[in-house]
């Protein structure tokens, strides 16, 4: 199969025997995979800092026949997220972000929507720090991407029109 190349945002990453890492990526054209980067702990070039959680890498990757593991050729860092890796706020909302998409998107479904949104607030989370207000605007959008986002036009018994609260 040939080698596809694209953005994604790393969702985790963990060794697996004594050099190679298995990486799960959120793949733009893609949507959720896993991947084995072949001696990516040893390699001082194809994959320096590229697997830390919540970065933007350009990624080359392949599905060989008969595998269900991805293999990564080669990653390159597009846009670092480094307060996700030592402010503990930020660190904790970045992986509840992370579970909720592992949650809600199974393996390969593709959402380029789903992509740009927990790009975007990964990267809010890294430059304005751990706001809550942050998170649970991505909660709504992520929702709604999934098709179960709440009704707030309406009630949903009486189907009567919310109320105005400018009033």
């Known amino acids: 199969m040939r080698s596809r190349e694209s953005y994604a945002v790393v ?3 963990r060794d697996m025997g004594e050099s190679d890492l298995l990486v799960e990526l959120l793949v733009r054209d893609a949507g959720r995979i896993v991947g084995v980067a072949k001696a990516a702990k040893k390699s001082k070039r194809r994959f320096v ?3 830390d959680l919540g970065h933007v890498i350009r990624v080359k990757y392949y599905l060989p026949r008969g ?3 991805f293999l990564i050729e080669d990653a390159t860092l597009v846009d670092p997220h480094g307060r996700l890796t030592y402010d503990l706020r930020s ?3 970045a992986a509840f972000v992370i579970e909720l998409i592992r ?3 199974p393996e390969a479904q ?3 929507d789903l ?3 927990a790009a975007k607030v990964l990267a809010l989370l890294d430059e304005r720090g751990g706001r809550e207000d942050l998170l649970w605007l991505f909660v ?3 929702l709604k991407i999934s098709g179960i986002a709440p009704l707030f036009s309406a009630c949903v018994r009486c189907q009567s029109p919310a109320a105005d609260t400018a009033e």
């Open 115 to 117: 992509f740009e949104a």
């Open 103 to 105: 949650e809600l998107f």
């Open 67 to 69: 595998r269900e593991l």
């Open 140 to 142: 709504l959008r992520i």
């Open 91 to 93: 660190m904790a909302y």
């Open 49 to 51: 800092n590229t697997f």
């Open 11 to 13: 969702l985790g990453a």
């Open 110 to 112: 593709r959402s380029t």
